[in-house]
């Protein structure tokens, strides 16, 4: 089942924003940690299978292969998402935002 608009998993988001730039596998993965301060530290099998659904899905796209390496990109429906998932987490936030002023949810 390819990727149907609906909320995406941490590891989709974090990979399109580290695609935001072409970039390869190892790097990608150190991106993501940084980005992430931490949190998210993605190990080549979960990365790669995230890659290959998002390749799938066209929300990326190989841009080069030389062998050693494969660089990838978003593509326009990747960017797409991307806005449509930030908008979704901002939405989420606010939410909270509106409920913590009327009462302690922490």
């Avoid at 978003?74 to 936030?93: F, M, N, Q, S």
Wanted: hydrophobic share 35%; net charge neutral.
């Amino acid at each position: 089942m390819g990727y149907n608009g609906g909320p995406m998993t941490e590891a989709m988001y974090y990979v399109l924003l580290a695609l935001m730039n072409p970039n390869h596998g190892y790097q990608l993965m150190n991106d993501i940690n940084e980005v992430s301060k931490g949190r998210i530290s993605m190990g080549p099998g979960t990365l790669y299978g995230v890659l290959t659904r998002m390749k799938k899905d066209k929300l990326i796209s190989l841009e080069e292969d030389d062998g050693r390496k494969k660089t990838y990109r978003i593509t326009t429906l990747g960017e797409e998402a991307l806005r449509t998932e930030y908008r979704r987490l901002l939405a989420l936030v606010e939410d909270g935002i509106i409920l913590k002023e009327g009462e302690t949810i922490v």
